[in-house]
């Protein structure tokens, strides 16, 4: 382990989970507060969804990364991985909530959005996906569903899992 | 010929003068081109109320200075904008290299309260003040085979610095046909609430076709060309399954990728409601003629 790893690895022990739960709310109020105070431009909703689209999506690439950061660089932020998954969640489904509620919010449409468009399609299906993730990554489920299924499907997201499936 | 197209009311009607002044407030009657007194049904009486200065100065697509909404207000200051020629040829009687003084010399320049749809769905209402284009047509001299008109805007890599980027082939070009390009709803505008034309919303000269999507309205019109063929339109070119070279506001035909049933006026912060599009934004009474017979989902 170089110095650089040893470094981080170092720092990162120093900072508690908590903080990032703690960023990104502070994050999400602040950007739903800057659309309702005119600090998105004129036209708020569609500046706000793509904002927290665009973040949920890097904190997931981010949350993804920190396995293989641990096996090829030594690198460990295994401590954040949760809070940064859920974090993840919670801005991509503040951004479902947003272009459900403030931007399409009439029923018949949202529903049809979704069968028509593709990367709508692909978005809700990918939403869904996360929703069981999200839900078992408390210690009391990880405890109740034993180490293998709950790691099982874990892992599948994050692309450890061989095949993966809950078996 | 100015003043060819008029609300049906002018804004002392709906609001006492104190307030329209501040309010910019008018009343957009469907009637009017003589269509005042045909008798025919009731004119839709609805109150448009401009979106701020701000508002439209401040959310532009204007992709030669950049892709996103604030681009254009960031970067467009470093255009020229004074001396301005716009090359007028092709089928044209006059053709020649003119100077905006020039042509503005000869027009008549008035305010026209329009809606303002973008075909990614947002909208706004925008109180122009331009000349009509036919009127610039007829100055030049157009020639009686002439069936098109072609539009180009600036290209000057060094002040736009959008115009790096190869996504689009530059010079961005739109097109009319020359029955479109007559009629009175088409304006060449030169400025905005009574100043002259901001760089980020097309400076110094721009088109402005109300009842079309956003991208036909080409902004800093440096090239007019009269021909006897389709011109090629940039998004068009790109996109043709998406982008049709008519691009006529349309409720019905959605784009590929989102309805265009429902729009959102700019301004309204973030729990503003979509309203209803309108059929040729609203202009159905005076542009629906020009479609007589088309299949408007063929030709969209």
Redesign the interface.
Known sequence: MNRVTQGINAAARRVPPWLIYAAGAAHIVWL?WL??S?GL??????A?ERALGETGMKLLVLGLAITPLMRGARVNLVRFRRAIGLTAFAYVFMHLAVWVF?DV?ILA?IW??IVK?P?ITVGMAGFVALVPLALTSNDWSLRRMGGGVAAAAQADLSGRGAGGGIS | MAYRWKNELTRADVTPEAHWMSRRAVMAGAAGLGLIGAGGGAARAETLEP?SF??LT??NNFYEFGFD??DPKRYAGAMTTSPWKIEIDGLVERPGSYDLTEILAAMTVEERIYRFRCVET?AAVVPWNGFELADLLNWAGVKPEARYVGFETLYRPKEMRGQSSRSIDWPYREGLRLDEAMHPLTLMATGLYGKPMPNQNGAPIRLVVPWKYGFKSIKSIVRITLSDMQPETTWNALQPEEYGFYANVNPEVSHP???QARE?A??G??????QKTLMFNGYEKEVAGLYEGMDLRANY
């Open positions: 739903i659309g309702q005119g431009g004129p036209e708020p909703i569609n706000l403030l919010y449409d049809a959005e468009r990367y | 979106n701000e508002d401040s959310y909404k604030g947002w990728r989102w309805s959102r700019i301004g912060g973030l729990f503003a409601a979509k």
